[in-house]
Nanobody, 123 residues
Framework: EVQLQASGGGLVQAGGSLRLSCVAS????????IGWFRRAPGKEREGIFSISGRDGSTYYTDSVKGRFTISSDNAKNTVYLQMNSLKPEDTAVYYCAALGSGRYFRESDVEYWGQGTQVTVSS
């Protein structure tokens, strides 16, 4: 059974930090990119960061540049999203997903979705 288990969300003040984790199982981790998407209230879901399970290459969007970082522990099939300098506009439900290609964050490239974890940033 394929599973992507996201965790680590919560309530934090602006300027604070959170680390999200995504534990994958049921598929070959190295064959996919693991990406993070988010859906803010009233907005469409957007992809923000991805990492290749094979070679560790990463892609990200400008909205998180310099504030978020991504890393993976292939031995644990786990991807981490470290979120620093959080802003109220980062408030969203964050989802991890397994994609065939993580470069363009296209939902059509997503093969498996995890459940979301809520991140709320207060001002």
């Amino acid at each position: 059974e394929v599973q992507l288990q996201a965790s680590g969300g919560g309530l934090v003040q602006a300027g604070g930090s959170l680390r999200l984790s995504c534990v994958a199982s049921g598929f070959t981790f190295d064959d996919y990119h693991i990406g993070w998407f988010r859906r803010a209230p009233g907005k469409e879901r957007e992809g923000i960061f991805s990492i290749s399970g094979r070679d560790g290459s990463t892609y990200y969007t400008d909205s998180v540049k310099g504030r978020f970082t991504i890393s993976s522990d292939n031995a644990k099939n786990t991807v981490y999203l470290q979120m620093n300098s959080l802003k109220p506009e980062d408030t969203a439900v964050y989802y991890c997903a397994a994609l065939g290609s993580g470069r363009y964050f296209r939902e059509s490239d997503v093969e498996y979705w995890g459940q979301g974890t809520q991140v709320t940033v207060s001002s």
